[in-house]
Each structure stands twice: as structure tokens, then as C-alpha cells.
């Protein structure tokens, strides 16, 4: 256990669904990450807070919307996903910059698109 | 735009022996990092070891130890005496100096499997 729990571990949702991911670190981090890990292709990074506000946003499509209401909680809410989507999405946390910061990684949730 | 290459898609060693996974990056910066993360079945990612490219020294964690060639663009790691527990998948990545720990730009990976 490093500290960062996602919520929920496996999710199986439709195309017209709405639902959310929620991640909490309890690390004191200032800074939270979404990746997404889809099979054979490497991790990619999604969004980037940095003490609540959003500093990267890579391209993402609008049916992923995050959201980070304080500094230890961080979600990603999606609505009218594709099936293209499904992936294992893994949140982060790390304090500050600088290599001597580890990024402290979820276990991840696997969404499944139907 | 900084890429990383995994060109083992799998490996497997014996227990107790010796496995280097590769790695090589492209980058234009000088200064950066370089990390390999594991991620066991239980799929937490989990910081193995890393490496500040302006050291010459290769990092050493216990039994993990890499191999820069910071010309060669190369970052390959050595598993020593290879445990049942090290079989996961292992990502290389990428960061820029001054970077956030999370902007990480990963490889692929390597899946290993250590046979007993």
C-alpha cells in the first residue's frame, strides 16, 4: 500500500453511462496525476494538478472531465465513453518537483466500455 | 518530443541468476531523469531506482543496478539473484529536469518472469 487508493478497482460501464473514479492520498502531496495503461501501448499521462489546479491537460477528450476539489482527492468523471476507452487508469500523487520526489502510484481502476 | 523504447516485449530468468532489461530513450535536453518502475499483478506501479543523467555513477538499489550510457541514450537494468517476486512488468521512464515526479513518459515495458 503506497498511500494512494482508487476507487473502484473494476468498472464495467455503458456507452451512455456517466460514473466517476475517484482517487485519495493521504500522503500530503500537492500534486495528483491521471495516467492511462492500455495493453501494449506505454502509460499515458492524462491530466496533471498541481495544489488544485489543472497545469496539464494532454490532448484529452472532453468525455473525460477531472476534477480535484482539494489537494488529496482527485476524480475523473466520464460520460458517453467509447469502447476504445477501456484501459486500467492509474492516479499519482508526489510532492514538488525535483528527482528526489517519488511519484506514488494507485492500484488502479480497470474500466471496462460496453 | 521525448520518446522511450522497450524492444523486450517479455523475458524470463531462473531464480537466482541474473536478467538486464533494455531500454534506450531519445531526448534533446541534457538534463533529465530516468526511472524503472515494477508493476506486479497487483498492478501498483512501484519505484525500483533511478538516475539523474548529469551523475556519471549507475545507481545501485540492493540487487537492482542500471546501466547508463548517456551517449548511447541507453538505461538498462540488472537484476541480481532474481526472486520469485520480481516477476512483474517493468516500465523505463522518462522525465524532463525540473519536471513534476508524475510528468513521466514511460516505455512500453518488459514483462519478466523469474522461473524457480
Known amino acids: 500500500e503506497t498511500g494512494v487508493t482508487q476507487t473502484p478497482r473494476h468498472l464495467v460501464m455503458g456507452m451512455t453511462n456517466k460514473k466517476s473514479l475517484k482517487c485519495e492520498q493521504h500522503l500530503g502531496h500537492n500534486a495528483m496525476y491521471w495516467y492511462k495503461q492500455s495493453a501494449k501501448k506505454p502509460l499515458e499521462l492524462m491530466f496533471v494538478?498541481?495544489?488544485?489546479?489543472?497545469?496539464e491537460n494532454n490532448s484529452v477528450p472532453s468525455r473525460f472531465s477531472p476534477e480535484c476539489p482539494n489537494s488529496s482527492h482527485l476524480f475523473l468523471h466520464l460520460h458517453t465513453l467509447q469502447p476504445e476507452d477501456s484501459a486500467l487508469y492509474l492516479c499519482?500523487?508526489?510532492?514538488?518537483?525535483?528527482?528526489?520526489?517519488?511519484?506514488?502510484f494507485g492500484q488502479g481502476t480497470r474500466l471496462t466500455v460496453v | 518530443a521525448q520518446t522511450v523504447t522497450q524492444s523486450q516485449p517479455e523475458m524470463s530468468v531462473q531464480e537466482a541468476e541474473t536478467v538486464t532489461l533494455s531500454c534506450t530513450y531519445d531526448?534533446?535536453?541534457?538534463?533529465?531523469?530516468l526511472f524503472w518502475y515494477k508493476q506486479p499483478p497487483s498492478r501498483q506501479m512501484i519505484l525500483v531506482i533511478r538516475q539523474e543523467a548529469y551523475k556519471q555513477q549507475n545507481a545501485t538499489e540492493n540487487r537492482f543496478s542500471v546501466n547508463f550510457q548517456k551517449a548511447a541514450k541507453s538505461f538498462s537494468l540488472k537484476i541480481s539473484d532474481s526472486q520469485l517476486g520480481d516477476t512483474a512488468m517493468y516500465f523505463c521512464a522518462f522525465m524532463d529536469y525540473g519536471g513534476s515526479q508524475g510528468n513521466l513518459i514511460f516505455g512500453k515495458g518488459t514483462k519478466l518472469s523469474v522461473k524457480p
Open positions: 499519482a500523487s508526489s510532492q514538488g518537483s525535483g528527482v528526489n520526489t517519488e511519484a506514488f
Open positions: 531526448t534533446s535536453e541534457n538534463n533529465y531523469y
Open positions: 494538478y498541481n495544489f488544485k489546479e489543472q497545469t
